[in-house]
Each structure stands twice: as C-alpha cells, then as structure tokens.
Nanobody, 119 residues
Framework: QVQLVESGGGLVQAGGSLRLSCAAS????????MGWFRQAPGKEREFVAS????????SYAESAKGRFTISRDNAKNTVYLQMNSLKPEDTAVYYC????????????WGQGTQVTVSS
C-alpha cells in the first residue's frame, strides 16, 4: 500500500550536517504518521524521530533533540530528517517508516540509507 525510498545518506566529518529524504508512494500520505529509525552495527534498531500527518507534535529520541529536525511536505509525499552537529555515534543505517495510527506498529519500511560520521 505504501512504498518508501530513503536518500541523502553519505560520509561526513564530525560536526557536519546531512539531510535525509524519504519519498512515499500512495495517495494518502498525509494520513500517515512517519518516523525515522536507525541501526548501527552490532546494535538494535532504535527510534530517532516521528511526525504526525499534520506536522505538529514531533517527537525525538533524547540523542536527537537539539540536533535533528524532522519535517514533512505532504504536497511532495516526502518526509525529511535534517541532521546537524553529527557525531561518530550517529553512524548507522537510517530507515524511514510509516504507520496509520499510534495504536499500530510501524508496518511500512524503506530500504535504508547509510550515514557514516568520521572523527
């Protein structure tokens, strides 16, 4: 029903910035809650940020607060993750995900995009 494709990952030095994008298919994008997750080598997948369809009430992991900003453009069926002041510990594969309700799990996932932060 929903297909997600991430882009924008790459290699940056500590303190640098990246902007990740997630393009979604479908005609009901604005009704989905969108989230960003990441998984580093040897670690479990962890929540990074989320945003509801309206764009209000964004949520962030403590590690992301003050550095990352999630946003969406419903006219473009796209959600973004602006990542500033990057640290080596931010190195991970970043995944875009979608769910229809806070009562549900995230059931649509992108393929992931690699973010590598060097020191």
């Amino acid at each position: 029903q929903v297909q997600l494709v991430e882009s924008g990952g790459g290699l940056v030095q500590a303190g640098g910035s990246l902007r990740l994008s997630c393009a979604a298919s479908g005609r009901t994008f604005s009704s989905y809650i969108m989230g960003w997750f990441r998984q580093a080598p040897g670690k479990e997948r962890e929540f990074v940020a989320s945003i509801p369809g309206s764009g209000s009430r964004t949520s962030y992991a403590e590690s992301a607060k003050g550095r990352f900003t999630i946003s969406r453009d419903n006219a473009k069926n796209t959600v973004y993750l602006q990542m500033n002041s990057l640290k080596p510990e931010d190195t991970a594969v970043y995944y875009c995900a979608a769910r229809k309700s806070i009562l549900l799990n995230y059931n649509y996932w992108g393929q992931g995009t690699q973010v590598t932060v060097s020191s």
